[in-house]
C-alpha cells in the first residue's frame, strides 16, 4: 500500500460476491482495523479460526499471518475497513499492540458507542475524497475512534490477560514507552519488571513472535518515522533524540529495518503527503 491511509466500505453485495470464492491466508505490509456493524466474519488468525459478530472491533497488525471472510448475517453485511502506515499513527500504535495483543476480534455492545464510531468512519472517509485531504484531520478524527475503542471495550477482556506473559508484555509495553528514547540496554527492561534479559525474550517471543530487542527498535524506529515526517530536524537530531548517538549507526539501523536512508524515506513521505 503506498498510501499512509486508506479506508473503504464493504457491504452486503460485496460480501455476497464473495461468496464461494477462495481465500488465502496472507500477512499485509501495513497496518489494518475492521469495524463491522452488520454482518460477521470468519477470522483465522493467531491459528485460531473465529467467528465474530457485528457490532465487533477486529485489529491486524503488520506482519501477522491471517484470513478473512466478511460475511452476510440476517441478510446484511456493513464493514469500514481502516488500512494505515505504522508511521502514520506511531503515536498510539504500540498501545493498539498492547489493547489488541491477545485478543485480535473484540465484540462492542449495540449501543451509541457504535453509531459513533461509523459516523467517525464516514467523516474519514469523506476527507479522503476531497482534491486536498487533510491527514492532520483524519489522524485526529481516527485517534478519536481509538480512544472511544479503548474505553468502550468490556472489562472482561482484561481478565483475558490474566496469564503471566500476558500481563508482563502488557507492564514492558508501558515501561518502553516511557523509555524508548534512552540510550539503554535490554537488561534495563528486564530489571524493571523484575525478571532476567532471558525471561523477558521468551515473553516477548511467546506474545509477538519477536525478541524484546526486536520490539525496542520497532518503537525507536516507528518515532524516527514520525519525527521524519512531522519535524525539520536533522537526521543526526532524530537519530539523538530516539538514543543513537551516531548518525552513521541510526542510518544503518534505519535502512536494514525499512529499506530506506532516513533521507529518501523523509522526501517519499512528503510526496505522499503533499
Known amino acids: 500500500m503506498d498510501q499512509l491511509f486508506k479506508i473503504f466500505r464493504y457491504t452486503t453485495e460485496d460480501a455476497r460476491a464473495l461468496e464461494g470464492k477462495q481465500i488465502e491466508a496472507h500477512v499485509h505490509e501495513f497496518e489494518e482495523l475492521i469495524i463491522g456493524s452488520q454482518g460477521k466474519i470468519s477470522h483465522f488468525i493467531d491459528f485460531e479460526d473465529e467467528t465474530v459478530y457485528a457490532p465487533f472491533v477486529s485489529f491486524v497488525t503488520r506482519g501477522k499471518p491471517h484470513l478473512l471472510r466478511p460475511q452476510v448475517h440476517n441478510g446484511a453485511c456493513d464493514l469500514w475497513v481502516i488500512r494505515f502506515r505504522s508511521e502514520f499513527m506511531s503515536e498510539v500504535i504500540f498501545k493498539m499492540y498492547g489493547y489488541f495483543h491477545n485478543r485480535a476480534n473484540v465484540t462492542l455492545p449495540t449501543d451509541k458507542c457504535f453509531d459513533r464510531l461509523m459516523a467517525l468512519c464516514q467523516m474519514m472517509y469523506d476527507e479522503t475524497q476531497r482534491p486536498n485531504p487533510g491527514l492532520i484531520v483524519i489522524k485526529q478524527l481516527f ?25 508482563t508484555y502488557t507492564h514492558f509495553l508501558h515501561i518502553l514507552e516511557e523509555n524508548f528514547r534512552r540510550n539503554v540496554k535490554i537488561s534495563f527492561y528486564a530489571e524493571k519488571l523484575f525478571m532476567s534479559e532471558r525471561n523477558l525474550n521468551i515473553v516477548c517471543q511467546e506474545v509477538m513472535q519477536q525478541s524484546a530487542g526486536e520490539i525496542i527498535e520497532t518503537r525507536k524506529l516507528n518515532e524516527a518515522k514520525n519525527l521524519l515526517i512531522n519535524s525539520n530536524k536533522t537526521i543526526a537530531e532524530i537519530g539523538f533524540e530516539i538514543g543513537y548517538n551516531e548518525k552513521a549507526y541510526f542510518s544503518k539501523v534505519f535502512k536494514r529495518k525499512t529499506g530506506y536512508t532516513p533521507t529518501s524515506f523523509r522526501k517519499e513521505m512528503k510526496q505522499l503527503i503533499s
Not at 147 to 167: C, K, L, V, W
Request: charged share 15%; no cysteine.
Open 143 to 167: 485517534m478519536t475512534l481509538l480512544t472511544i475503542i479503548n474505553h468502550e471495550r468490556p472489562t472482561n477482556i482484561q481478565s483475558d490477560a490474566a496469564n503471566s506473559a500476558s500481563e
